[in-house]
């Protein structure tokens, strides 16, 4: 309690991580929302589980190519500059959304909004990061798009932008960034951010641990709607509230993991975080209904928000300031790199076996992933004891 106490006095102690704190919730609030009515609305024009998949494709794809081509960017540009320019497009392009009218549209401008999330989310966690939002803007997203239709939710998300950029703008620059990093060249400031992932254990350790298991939660994303609406017949605001439930437990896993690392190592604390996750998922898939299974689905939330945690610890602590931005989006291009592999997969996966093998496949393959945490950690130990010893 003392540490999570310690998390929420920032708020009050603190006037610009208050400001980015409430707006990367407004904005995370409106994405959640939005994603939901995005899914739903793509899932009732097509009712296919390629197009669902397709959507979230896109609405991932693009963070890799950012990772790849822009990641320096985010260093040698003030980030306050960046999250700002960053809300007013996804502003434009959920006042768009209400006037597309085939699932080809939804798509595309879903891709938009995608491209300039990758700039947005590296140049926060740089920073902080907040899960709150997901609690309550999946739930939300559902009951709107159910006792109205998705338009609705995309106004919703396109005001909590133009909010969202609002509040950014009132934080000094200084608070978001220590320093500009000076330029060696484009590909060199790109070869910096590579090298630095390659060489840093805490580093390699999200890119490979985190790669993996963004395959396993991206099969379950796209099978998720499906298990809801088509399992488990609870419709469109059970959707919303099995995705609000594993928002409730990420706010959970979130706070808390602050107070787990500093009992145990980071890496004990990052390999049982997945091994919770699958552990919800494998749960959630053998349910026969959407009740028994919200349980499950609060437990795999706080396995990955502890997990987030963790990566985010293990990035901060690897990176300095100044190459920060690059090596988040180095990891998190690689990371949804195989993200746009699972998502597309997923879908016919879907269609052909179901959403519950989908979700207990992804089970294992987080088991998995907990085990390579697990490995790299005690990797970590072994060598940070063996640098003790030879001082």
Sequence with gaps: MKG????????????????LFLATMGSSLGTLL??????????DRT?????????????????????????????????????????LVRFGVFCSLPFATSAGQIVA???????????????????????????????????????????????????????????????PSERLQGVVAASRGHLHDLADGFVRVVRTRPLLTVLVVWTIALGGFAASNTAQVFLA???????????????????????????????????RSVGHVYALS???????LAAAASMPSIWPALPCFVLSGIGNGAAVVCNSLLVQRGASDDIRGRVFTVIMSVNYAMYGVGVPAAGPITDALGPRWVFGGVGAVLVFASLVAYALGREQIAERTAEVEAA
């Design 4 to 19: 999570l106490r310690r998390q929420l006095s920032l708020l009050g102690t603190a006037p610009g991580f208050r400001l």
């Design 109 to 171: 401008l879903a891709g938009v909004a995608g491209f300039t999330t990758g700039f947005f989310r590296p140049a926060v966690y740089a920073g902080t990061s907040e899960n709150v939002s997901w609690t309550l803007a999946p739930i939300i997203g559902g009951a709107l798009v159910a006792v109205t239709n998705p338009d609705t939710a995309y106004w919703v998300n396109a005001a909590s932008f133009l909010l969202s950029a609002l509040l950014v703008f009132r934080i």
């Design 34 to 43: 939005a994603t939901v009515a995005l899914v739903i609305d793509v899932k």
């Design 274 to 280: 997945i091994l919770v996750a699958a552990i919800g």
């Design 229 to 263: 609406k088509d399992t488990f017949s609870a419709g469109d605001f059970g959707y919303g509230l099995g995705f609000g439930c594993i928002g409730l437990g990420l706010a959970i896993g979130s706070f808390g993991a602050g107070t787990w690392v500093e009992r």
């Design 47 to 87: 009712n296919s589980g390629p197009w669902v998949g397709a959507l979230m494709f896109v609405e991932f794809l693009p963070a890799v190519a950012v990772g790849l081509f822009f990641g320096p960017f985010l260093d040698r540009l003030p980030r306050r500059g960046v999250m700002i320019v960053a809300d």
